[in-house]
């Protein structure tokens, strides 16, 4: 079985910060990529930020110069650090990996439960 678990997030005041985490845990062969998701109510979930296994990062542009995602591989950990946070970044952050559980089975999109994120004004 393979797990993700989120953890950071809680309410903040705008121009806070707040740092995110994601664990991957389980029987776990290889990480590929993984990344940070969104979803505000009423809202589509949306992509945050990317990072391969080799650590190109690819943003979305609302958060660019404001979210750094980077990852611990030996740890099987994703991190978003996020700065001058704003009221309309409030959602609930979610954190897939692509991974494979063994040698014999192809790499899998799994997904966390997200933690929520509150952005006070």
């Known amino acids: 079985q393979v797990q993700l678990v989120e953890s950071g997030g809680g309410l903040v005041q705008a121009g806070g910060s707040l740092r995110l985490s994601c664990v991957a845990s389980?029987?776990?062969?290889?990480?590929?990529?993984m990344a940070w998701y969104r979803q505000a109510p009423g809202k589509q979930r949306e992509l945050v930020a990317g990072?391969?296994?080799?650590?190109?990062?690819n943003y979305a542009d609302s958060v660019k110069d404001r979210f750094t995602i980077s990852r611990d591989n030996a740890k099987n950990t994703v991190y978003l650090q996020m700065n001058s946070l704003k009221p309309a970044d409030t959602a609930v952050y979610s954190c897939?990996?692509?991974?494979?559980?063994?040698?014999?089975?192809?790499?899998?999109?799994?997904w966390g439960q997200g933690t929520q994120v509150t952005v006070s004004s």
């Open positions: 389980g029987s776990i062969f290889r990480v590929n990529a």
């Open positions: 897939p990996a692509d991974l494979a559980p063994s040698v014999l089975r192809p790499s899998v999109r799994y």
């Open positions: 990072i391969t296994s080799g650590g190109t990062t």
